[in-house]
Every structure is written in C-alpha cells, then in structure tokens.
C-alpha cells in the first residue's frame, strides 16, 4: 500500500512546494496554483477537457440507460449474457488497442481528427462504465412497483416517468460520474484522435513533463486527482443511498 500511494502523496505534498526544485523542499506556497491557474494554454486544455467529458458524460449515460432498460426490463432472449459481455468488453481490451482502432475507424471513414472526434471515442469508451451502474441499480428495483402502477391504468411512459426513473435517477448519476471521470483522465484514446487544437489536460500535462516535471505539473496533477475522488466518493455516496432507499421503499411496500 506504501508503493501505491506514496507517490501520490509526494506529489500532493511538492505541489505546495515554494521552490521550483521539486525534490528540495523550500516552504509552503501556492503559487504553483495562482501560475497554473493563469496558463493560457492550461486554460484551453481544461476547457476541451470540460466540453468532452460534459458531452460525452451525457450522450454515453442516455445510450448506457437505454441499454439498461433494454437487457433488464426487455424480453429475455438466448444471447442476453453474449451481449452483456459485449457491453462491458471494452472494459478488458487494452485500450492502445481501442485507440488504435478508433483512429484507423476515423481514417477510413475520412473523418478529420478535432475535438468532435474526441467526444465520439469518449462516449463510446465511457458507455460501459456508465451500464455497469446503472443494470446493477435497475437489478435491485422493485419491480412489483412498476406492475402495481400498470395495474393503475398508467401508460408505458407514465410509468417510466413516475415509477422507473425517479427509482433508478441514482444509478444513472452514479453512472454518469464514473463515465465524467473517465473522460476527463484519458490520455490514450485523447492522445490517438485528438487534432490540432483540441489537446486535453492530460495531453497538456504528458506535454509538460517532456520539459521536466515542475511544481506546476504537480499542481495541475494534484486538481486532476482532486476532482477523481470527489466525483468518485459521490457517485459511491448516490449509489449507497439509492440501494438504502430502494430497500427501504421494498420493506414498506412488503409490509
């Protein structure tokens, strides 16, 4: 655990560091921060990143839904756990190899490399981070719920609106923030299909530390890593309270 996280803290820690030197320890200072934060180039770095992890976020959380909805409220069929691993497969293949094959895709289909690429390939790398939470959240629903407001005369999409969504809302947040940062951290895929103009943070930061790494690096680092606990935390928090709730709601619905 030592190895693991002793880096990390190192790296928080010389973040705050007043001289320049990132292995000599000088006094507390963030004006690593203040520089990092008046970059020009950081500034449009971060604002990429925010565009393509928003839009992506949002397109891969609306197709990981409805492919949700689809394998666990759908007709059963033979190949139901084929296309389950077929979901989650991009989670197990080496992602230089998806890289790889989503910029050879754009080649072939004479699509120049820009920030709309990036969103494409991030949303489809993020879907399965996003299904995950969100099946396992629809597995755990009530259904009796569902059936007791079609026996109520409520239409398909009344219920969807008023019984399944509300109900499955902290799947689909927690879903939503894992596929965020995912996004937001990749540098593979960004680095594959990402053009002139529309590099990343982490394109920005890997640029960087060719030249050294600096306080700077090491402050833009220990944000990136800052924003990765707290949407992971919360989408653990939303996921915790959405399974207390869903027991709770069955006890009383049982009772």
């Known amino acids: 655990m030592a190895l693991l996280y002793a880096p990390v803290v190192i790296l928080v820690v010389f973040s705050f560091n007043a001289n320049r030197a990132v292995t000599i320890w000088a ?17 449009k770095a971060a604002l990429n990143s925010l565009i393509v992890g928003i839009v992506a976020t949002v397109c891969a959380t609306a197709m990981a839904t409805a492919a949700a909805l689809a394998t666990s409220r759908g007709q059963r069929f033979r ?57 396992a ?10 059936e007791a407001a079609s026996d109520l005369y409520a239409s398909a999409w009344q219920s969807f609106r008023l019984i399944t969504l509300p109900l499955l809302m902290p799947g689909i947040v ?11 951290d990749d540098y593979i895929i960004t680095s594959m299909v990402a053009g002139a103009g529309a590099g990343t943070l982490p ?53």
């Not at 497969?89 to 094959?101: L, N, Q, S, W």
């Not at 959240?137 to 569902?146: G, I, P």
């Not at 927690?174 to 937001?184: E, P, T, V």
């Open 137 to 146: 959240r629809l597995e755990v629903m009530d259904k009796r719920l569902e």
């Open 174 to 184: 927690s879903g939503a923030m894992l596929a965020f940062i995912i996004s937001i």
């Open 79 to 135: 190949g139901i756990n084929a296309l389950y691993a077929l979901i989650s497969m991009p989670m197990m293949i080496p992602e230089i190899v998806i890289a790889v094959g989503t910029l050879s895709f754009f080649a072939l289909a004479g699509i120049r490399l820009g920030l709309v690429n990036v969103i494409i390939a991030h949303t489809v790398f993020c879907i399965p981070f996003a299904y995950l939470p969100i099946r």
């Open 203 to 255: 394109i920005y930061v890997y640029t960087q530390l060719r030249l050294g790494v600096t306080p700077e690096i090491n402050a833009i680092s220990t944000v990136l890593l800052a924003i990765s606990i707290l949407f992971v935390a919360a989408s653990h928090l939303v996921g915790s309270y959405g399974l207390a709730r869903t027991r709770s709601g069955s006890v009383r619905h049982t009772g």
């Open 27 to 43: 006094g507390f200072s963030l004006d690593w921060y203040v520089r990092a934060a008046a970059n020009s180039g950081l500034q």
